[in-house]
């Protein structure tokens, strides 16, 4: 049975070859482990060829097509013109879309949805083959032991044309758990659910050596929500990362301590990129943050005292925003300063509980078209599709250029093409 797995266009991108598709890799690794012959269609930056750029796909038995919710215009392309060279195949879509709204994707056309994780759904519907499983919603049960995960198949895509700029090199990514254990309203769990799984420091390890020497790394993104989760093992996967020379970035939260900063600054850490979300307490309160602007501004100037870049990402159009909520935001900025940030309007994303139930809060949801619904997109591109009591949606967007403008003098930093 031959297998191709798709990884669309993101046309919304400023750079569509900045990140390996590494979720689609990773069920690639797994198929590959069973004996399954698969192929990878790397589709970035193609939405023009999709027709030419999948020509030498067009003999598989089974395509799996990941998405993310502005992914979507560009799977349905993909779906029309497979259904018209292909007839026979079955095409499945997964990924953070299909999860939050698998009855959609199934109405839409796909012969399966993958809700949730991937590695178990698509074995199953390989070795079921012969049985002609209905088509329909597939959720497999999760893989509780991490290890047992084969590392990502990054062969099966020409990895070195993706590159994101971490600090003097160009870098890759990875990822060393899977989940989050907080509950932010505005955040969507419909892949992952509750909770938090992770490889072990030997399995992240061994990956990181297999990467340096097969591809010859040297930065490294970290793409765990939160990579500080589990104390002891931060402590050791930065003992045995002191040794491997590399530079990298992460995520965490403002809640990482000094010692835990000074560990990843011993193995290479450059960067840390927190959800501050905002500078008013208020809003962290309305969308369960479970933080402090103290806490923030605290965890910069740790940051700050051990060396480490700190970079904010911040979302104006919260529920319960108001002039009042915005300028706290500014001067909570003007009096942090951090090194760098991001800086968004608030995508209310389907399956996130402010998404589900909008009464519970101050907000107003407006149709997302799926092509706009992007967090992080192109300068100059950005639209509300939300509004509050006090700001409508012009006054959100009108907000939103004139704080982008201020932060960028403010920091001396532009988010964008070479400043990721």
């Excluded at 198929?31 to 020509?55: F, K, Q």
């Excluded at 160009?170 to 309203?185: A, D, E, H, M, Q």
């Excluded at 969507?188 to 990956?207: D, L, P």
């Amino acid at each position: 049975m031959k297998v191709t797995l798709i990884s669309p266009p993101s046309p919304f991108l400023i750079d569509q070859k900045a990140f390996p598709p590494l979720g689609l890799l990773y069920v690639a690794g797994f198929l590959e482990n069973n004996g399954i012959d698969i192929n990878v269609a790397d589709l970035a930056g193609r939405e023009t060829e999709l027709e030419n750029a999948l020509e030498q796909y067009m003999d598989a038995d089974l395509y799996g097509i990941t998405s993310t919710s502005p992914q979507y215009p560009q799977a349905l392309k993909i779906l029309k013109l497979l259904r018209r060279r292909n007839p026979k195949s079955r095409i499945t879509i997964g990924g953070a879309y299909p999860s939050s709204l698998p009855e959609k994707c199934v109405r839409d056309g796909f012969d399966f949805v993958v809700a949730g994780e991937g590695e178990e759904a698509m074995l199953q519907l390989v070795t079921n083959r012969e049985k002609r499983q209905a088509p329909g919603i597939i959720r497999a049960p999760y893989i509780r032991d991490m290890d047992s995960i084969p590392i990502p198949s990054r062969h099966l895509v020409d990895i070195r044309s993706f590159a994101y700029t971490i600090d003097d090199g160009s870098g890759t990514t990875l990822i060393t758990s899977r989940g989050c254990p907080y509950v932010c309203s505005f955040c969507s769990k419909e892949v992952w659910q509750s909770g938090t799984r992770f490889h072990s420091a030997n399995y992240v390890i061994s990956e990181l050596k297999h990467i340096i020497n097969r591809y010859d790394f040297k930065h490294f993104l970290f793409l765990d929500d939160t990579i500080t989760l589990r104390k002891k093992r931060l402590f050791e996967l930065c003992s045995r990362m002191e040794t491997l020379n590399i530079k990298w970035r992460c995520y965490a939260r403002a809640t990482t301590t000094r010692e835990m900063l000074i560990a990843m600054k011993r193995a290479g850490c450059v960067e840390i990129g927190v959800g501050v979300e905002s500078g008013s307490q208020k809003i962290l309160d309305i969308v369960d943050k479970k933080e402090t602007i103290e806490q923030n501004a605290a965890f910069v100037e740790l940051c700050k005292q051990v060396g480490i870049t700190a970079n904010v990402f911040i979302m104006i159009g919260l529920p319960g925003e108001t002039y009042e909520t915005v300028e706290e935001t500014r001067r909570w900025m003007e009096r942090v300063r951090p090194h760098k940030f991001g800086f968004n309007i608030f995508m209310p994303y389907p399956g996130t509980p402010v998404y589900k139930n909008p009464n519970r809060y101050d907000i107003q949801i407006f149709d997302v078209p799926e092509e706009k619904s992007w967090v992080k997109g192109r300068q100059g591109e950005y639209e509300s599709f939300v509004a509050t009591n006090a700001l409508s949606r012009n006054e959100i967007e009108r907000l939103f250029g004139e704080l982008f403008a201020y932060f960028t003098e403010l920091t001396s930093w532009q988010p964008g093409v070479g400043n990721k």
